[in-house]
């Protein structure tokens, strides 16, 4: 769904909206190819008694309720069974942000008005500043959708969520193991040493870039060049293991501090130069 035209209703307020996805597929593509000739697999459609090629038009949606015996629903049927109401995004309720866990969120979709732009503001401005979350519903293709209407950035965007039955019991059982205190006072240590502000700017697809670069690699005739892989410390215990990790982490610290002590060095530097040049 990279772009939709719909309309968000709350109460008798209606704003028609274009949907733009917020993310975009950055995957590398790779195609199937016959290992000794080098040529592209096709898969092409087809079914026992198909003539050889079939043609888009001639393909149907069909539900299996028994074996080998299926009830097919048209397009046409489909549309049917929408309501006008299923159309458009109704918001239902509102809640707060904290209140959804983040287990229920799937794709996000930036929202521009393509009409009553004042109810669109308004919207925008009564969430934000009430710090609340719209909660809808609407049909958006062939699938009902449970949606949430969130302001970032003084911007509207929805997100699809899961209903509660497409979310698994979770199979794993709260650990019973007895910690020491001493090892939970390390543990929260090395947290505390490690808590940053979140950028995601910061992280990078490093597999990525080596797989790119492994490729311009092959197109150049060069062999692929394997990073060095480190060795894994070994350690007697967990206790030891958190001491050194803590250790470790207050290292990290210190270079990072004198690293960018001495970037601050070094643009002091700079500008005294550029003001004596002036001068």
Do not use: W
Not at 76 to 96: G, H, M, V, Y
Not at 174 to 194: C, G
Not at 241 to 270: F, H, P, T, W, Y
């Amino acid at each position: 769904m990279a772009k939709v035209k719909t309309a968000i209703q709350f109460g008798l307020v209606y704003i028609p909206v274009t949907l733009f996805s917020c993310t975009k597929n950055t995957d590398i593509g790779f195609n199937l190819l016959y290992k000794k000739t080098g040529q592209r697999i096709k898969y092409k459609k087809t079914c026992e008694n198909c003539p050889v090629k079939i043609s888009p038009e001639d393909i149907v949606k069909g539900y299996e309720y028994e074996k080998d015996k299926y009830v097919v629903i048209t397009p046409q049927e489909f549309a049917k069974l929408k309501t006008k109401k299923d159309e458009n995004i109704e918001i239902l309720q509102f809640s707060k942000l904290d209140e959804i866990d983040p287990i229920f969120y799937q794709d996000s979709y930036f929202v521009q008005p393509s009409g009553a732009k004042n109810a669109y503001a308004l919207l925008t401005k009564a969430l934000e500043t009430e710090k609340k979350v719209g909660i809808a519903k609407a049909v958006l293709g062939q699938t009902e959708c449970l949606i949430a209407l969130r302001v970032i950035d003084g911007l509207l965007v929805i997100s699809k969520l899961h209903f509660a039955d497409e979310i698994q019991e979770n199979p794993v059982e709260r650990p019973k193991e007895n910690i020491k205190s001493e090892e939970l006072q390390l543990a929260k240590k090395l947290i505390e040493n490690m808590t940053k502000k979140f950028d995601i700017s910061f992280f990078k697809n490093e597999y990525k870039e080596r797989v790119l670069k492994a490729i311009e690699d092959k197109i150049a005739g060069q062999k692929i060049q394997t990073p060095k892989k480190s060795k894994p410390k070994s350690v007697a215990n967990l206790m030891e293991a958190l001491r050194q990790s803590v250790r470790s982490s207050e290292d990290n610290d210190k270079k990072k501090n004198s690293k960018i002590r001495r970037i601050d060095e070094n643009e002091e530097e700079n500008k005294i130069v550029h003001m004596r040049k002036r001068a």
